[in-house]
């Protein structure tokens, strides 16, 4: 090898970590790029949704208000919500389903914006994937007056695939910090949150068939899809 050739590896060869860098940056980018077209067309989808959306649910419960809230871009709730005030004639009971959306992250953490508000987590647990449903939280909560409520909550893609609670970790960090940078393109991925909240000490086993039956019309209607699945790229745990 001459000396001249050396000249001109030793540049090359101090290049090619700034390009391995600049390649890792381009991936979250095209990956995002298409995902945003889906989302956007799942967003719409959830735009549409109505009071009746809810309609004949089971165990006796049914809508008794319905609205369509929107928010600033930045709000932590989601900039848009669909919510369902429901109640249950066979035991007065009454709880609250929304559809939260969109959020760029592949989770949203429901429990801290519940603890913001000044409601105290006194038990949380991630119920782990089985062959029909998507992992979900079930969250106990109380309050400065000593009232409780249970939160049940999950998140979804744009194609209805539900999505596992993550244990975060370096290399995710990583990844989450490299997608914020597809912001600059317009170009964001898209999930979707389905929540119910119930106030007083109703009956945890109905609320959860309530939720389940709320959780999969709404997904249903949001992704276009009647078929369930979910992501296991986390090992579920509880979260406290």
Known sequence: MTASSVKWLK??????????LGL??????????????MG????????????????NLSNGWKTI????????EDAPEGR?????????????????????????????????????????????KVISADDHQWPYLIVHLRDNQSRRATLFYSLFDPDGVGIQPPEMDALRNIWHRLQKKTNSFGLLPTYFQV???????????E??????????????????????RFTLEHSPKDAK
């Open 65 to 72: 208000g319905f609205e369509a809230v929107e928010r600033s």
């Open 11 to 20: 540049p090359l060869a101090l290049s090619l970590p700034f390009l391995a």
């Open 40 to 55: 956007q067309e799942a967003i719409q989808r959830a735009d549409r949704i109505a009071a009746n959306q809810l309609d």
């Open 207 to 228: 609320l959860l068939k309530t939720f389940l039956e709320c959780r999969e019309r709404i997904r249903g209607a949001v992704s276009g899809s009647t078929d369930t």
């Open 80 to 124: 848009h919500s669909r919510v369902f005030e429901l109640y249950c004639d066979a035991t007065a009971a009454e709880s609250r389903v929304s559809l939260d959306y969109p959020f760029i992250m592949r989770w949203h953490n429901l429990t801290g914006c519940y603890e913001f508000t000044g409601w105290e987590c006194i038990g949380q």
């Open 195 to 205: 929540q119910l909240f119930s106030l007083g000490m109703s009956n945890e086993e």
């Open 24 to 37: 890792l940056q381009l991936v979250p980018y095209l990956v995002a790029r298409e995902h945003s077209a």
